[in-house]
């Protein structure tokens, strides 16, 4: 039994599944908007094994473009070019910069960006270069390679400095070193009883400094307490000696007055004494050449003949 196939219907099936197919394709090609780029570029003087065209391009970790292509530098052989296409709008500032990152232990490179200062102005082309040159820095590999490269290059100079801090005429002094100390323990220990004396006699000495130092501060509160008394002393002396001073002025004053009421009385009455003290002092003359006369009178002398 021979089976009968329609191609009619095959044909028609084909052709609306191609028609289908290609519908598709125009619909996602003019849906999808087409992106436009901005070159730029940058210089490496590292390695950059592992970057290859179309190598992504991150800006703090967002994709923003990629690797457009990879060249010697033929003015300046130690260096590479690398180009770059980033979507246009992206900010490229002066402070930003470009870096050689590597992707985990699959070895594929990428271009990452950063940016230093968010208000720098944006990045404009040399004269001499065709396009904006982005700066850049050490990648992390770079980094550890020098890390690692002055690591052991300061332990080199450390372990030449341990040779020449141990060569044989080190080691002998620190052999006669040890034997001094050896030689000065023992001498210590045969010292042991002197030792315990010294420090007997240093901690009495000690005890007996406190001593000295107790008695220090009560002599010094008995010489606050001394002074004080003499202050008051001398504050009471002053007290009494401004008292006096009054005192005496105030007694002047009276005598003066005094002497200025009675100077004529006083005049009078001294006139007077001084009469008496010479009737007394003629008195005491007459006593004195005849003392009878405290007895028998004042003898009257008779005029002799002739008077």
Do not use: C
């Not at 490496?44 to 457009?68: C, I, T």
């Not at 820095?137 to 052991?152: I, K």
């Amino acid at each position: 039994m021979e089976n009968k196939v329609n191609y009619t219907l095959v044909g028609v099936f084909v052709l609306a599944l191609s028609a289908a197919l290609i519908g598709t394709l125009l619909w996602l090609t003019v849906g999808t908007e087409e992106k436009q780029y901005d070159v730029y570029r940058l210089f490496f003087r590292d390695s950059v094994a592992g970057l290859n065209p179309k190598a992504a391009v991150r800006l703090r970790g967002v994709a923003v473009g990629e690797v457009a292509g990879i060249a010697l530098d033929r003015k300046q052989p130690d260096r590479v070019i690398v180009d770059l296409k980033i979507e246009r709008g992206t900010p490229i500032l002066e402070s930003t910069k470009a870096v050689l990152a590597t992707q985990g232990l699959t070895g594929i490179a990428a271009i990452e960006l950063s940016v230093d200062n968010p208000n720098a102005p944006p990045l404009k082309r040399r004269e001499d270069e065709p396009f904006p040159v982005i700066p850049t820095g050490p990648s992390l590999v770079q980094r550890l390679d020098n890390a690692v490269t002055q690591v052991l290059g300061d332990f080199g100079k450390l372990s030449n400095r341990l040779q020449a801090l141990l060569d044989q005429d080190n080691l002998d002094a620190v052999h006669d070193t040890l034997g001094n100390l050896r030689t000065l323990s023992a001498a210590l220990a045969k010292q042991t009883a002197t030792l315990d004396q010294v420090l007997r006699a240093t901690a009495d000495t000690a005890e007996a400094a406190s001593g000295a130092a107790k008695e220090i501060r009560n002599l010094g509160a008995r010489l606050k307490t001394t002074v004080g008394l003499v202050d008051d002393t001398v504050r009471s002396f002053g007290q009494t000696a401004r008292t006096l001073d009054t005192a005496v002025a105030g007694t002047r004053r009276d005598l003066q007055q005094f002497a200025g009421s009675a100077g004529p009385e006083l005049a009078g009455l001294l006139a007077e004494l001084r009469r008496m003290t010479e009737v007394v002092e003629r008195l005491g003359g007459e006593l004195e050449r005849n003392p009878r006369m405290l007895l028998f009178g004042r003898k009257n002398d008779n005029p002799g003949p002739g008077e």
